[in-house]
């Protein structure tokens, strides 16, 4: 390091994502995009709604294919995020970056947000709307895992199943799920690429 460099480090030397949060966000969202475009395949073989998605934007071709496709993509969405969320709560990061959650906060950010005061400068802090989208997406991660085991296995995991008001009922919840992380992909890909120092952030950690 050079003397100038030391009393401050430029800030594309701060370290923002470790190496293991940038590996475990990345294998998420590939696990994601298969679940999500194998399940509106699945979904269009028994629609729960007057529509179904167009086959070009969904993957597996037909329902065996695409089952195929979601349980494999199951276990590394499931994987993955078993070891996300234990090294999130055990190294700390949850409770640094993404609590306390304070309703006020939330307000006033997404006030500044709407008349664009809201600053993107410390990448290494994120807004109370962050916290509050990540956590929510996070909370939908475990509900949608939960719910896709009840319409799995709905005699092994009866209990659950009964949790989320019989097979029918846990088919709407395991799609309001899905229609949840959707709506949140579509905020969360659009600000990474307004603030693409952000995106660099998390492809290179810095
Ligand atoms: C596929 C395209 C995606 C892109 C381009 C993307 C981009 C990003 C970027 C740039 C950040 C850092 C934000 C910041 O520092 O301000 C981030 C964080 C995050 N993203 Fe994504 N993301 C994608 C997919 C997903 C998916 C599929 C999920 C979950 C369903 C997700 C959940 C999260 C979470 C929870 C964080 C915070 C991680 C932490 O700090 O521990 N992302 N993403």
């Given at each position: 390091m050079t003397a100038e460099a030391i009393p401050t480090r430029r800030a594309s030397t701060v370290?923002?994502?470790?190496g293991w949060v940038r590996v475990c966000h990345w294998v998420n969202a590939l696990a994601i995009l298969m679940m999500i475009g194998s399940g509106w395949q699945v979904y269009n073989a028994?629609?729960?709604?007057?529509f179904t998605f167009p086959r070009a934007i969904t993957l597996g071709e037909w329902l065996g294919g695409a089952l195929l496709w979601h349980f494999a993509a199951m276990w590394l969405l499931v994987v993955n995020g078993l070891v996300y969320v234990t090294l999130g709560f055990v190294t700390g990061r949850f409770r640094r970056?993404?609590?306390?959650?304070?309703p006020s906060e939330v307000l006033g950010d997404v006030k500044a947000a709407l008349t664009f005061k809201?600053?993107?400068?410390?990448?290494s802090h994120y807004n109370a709307v962050q916290k509050l989208l990540y956590t929510g997406v996070l909370l939908c991660g475990v509900f949608i895992v939960l719910s896709g085991l009840s319409i799995w296995k709905p005699v092994q995991f009866h209990v659950l199943t009964m949790l989320f008001g019989g097979y029918d009922f846990a088919r709407y919840v395991h799609f309001t799920f899905m229609a949840a992380i959707v709506a949140f992909l579509v905020v969360h890909i659009a600000l990474a690429l307004l603030v693409p120092k952000s995106l660099r952030a998390m492809i290179t950690g810095r």
């Open positions: 370290s923002i994502h470790p028994s629609p729960l709604f007057n970056k993404l609590l306390p959650i304070y809201l600053s993107h400068e410390d990448l």
